[in-house]
T-cell receptor, first 111, second 113 residues
Framework: SQQGEEDPQALSIQEGENATMNCSYKTSINNLQWYRQNSGRGLVHLILIRSNEREKHSGRLRVTLDTSKKSSSLLITASRAADTASYFCATDESGYSTLTFGKGTMLLVSP | DGGITQSPKYLFRKEGQNVTLSCEQNLNHDAMYWYRQDPGQGLRLIYYSQIVNDFQKGDIAEGYSVSREKKESFPLTVTSAQKNPTAFYLC????????????FGPGTRLTVT
């Protein structure tokens, strides 16, 4: 089952611009996580936001969570070419022991 | 140097052969997971284990088998019953099963011809 769905599927921007990706999910959650995957590599955890939090920051990353709309957004400010990667949201459906990953947003940052 | 290792990075097999993918972690994590990733499909859960000698099927377990005899090891066997085995396989672990951060290995790309 695919709980999280990212939007857009692909995003192309210039270095220095901000990148915003969205994630929607279907059921109640304990937390929502964002991961990054460079091409052909494993995923790397970026940030976790709990269901009782509305916003969280980590360096150039800003994540928001709106549980009433069942959606989250990931903002990367002042993008760099090195930010080029796929970004996935992952949610835990309350009562389950695993995370469910979305299909990801592919971000391309051009120099 | 803690982390998760997967081997090999690339694996080629003939159709009809079983193949075992290795996953080892030295993070002292209780939970381990196997995912399959196809282009444009995101990650799909194959099997997971919450503790040694215990494992549960994920969304796409058919044609796969696992074992968890040691805390640090969670090998995945892709059997000949798996109809489309060519994919990128990712192993992950977390301190416990559930909503905890997962740590991923570098992946194994399996090609079956």
């Amino acid at each position: 089952s695919q709980q999280g769905e990212e939007d857009p599927q692909a995003l192309s921007i210039q270095e220095g611009e901000n990148a915003t990706m969205n994630c929607s999910y279907k059921t109640s959650i304990n937390n929502l996580q964002w991961y990054r995957q460079n091409s052909g590599r494993g995923l790397v955890h970026l940030i976790l936001i709990r269901s009782n939090e509305r916003e969280k920051h980590s360096g150039r990353l800003r994540v928001t969570l709106d549980t009433s709309k069942k959606s989250s957004s990931l903002l990367i400010t002042a993008s760099r070419a090195a930010d080029t990667a796929s970004y996935f949201c992952a949610t835990d459906e309350s009562g389950y022991s695993t995370l469910t990953f979305g299909k990801g947003t592919m971000l391309l940052v051009s120099p | 140097d803690g982390g998760i290792t997967q081997s090999p990075k690339y694996l080629f097999r003939k159709e009809g052969q079983n193949v075992t993918l290795s996953c080892e972690q030295n993070l002292n994590h209780d939970a381990m997971y196997w995912y399959r990733q196809d282009p444009g499909q995101g990650l799909r859960l194959i099997y997971y284990s919450q503790i040694v000698n215990d494992f549960q099927k994920g969304d796409i377990a058919e044609g796969y088998s696992v074992s968890r005899e040691k805390k640090e090891s969670f090998p995945l066997t892709v059997t000949s019953a798996q109809k489309n085995p060519t994919a990128f396989y990712l192993c992950a672990s977390s301190i416990m099963a559930g909503f905890y951060e997962q740590y991923f290995g570098p992946g194994t790309r399996l090609t079956v011809t």
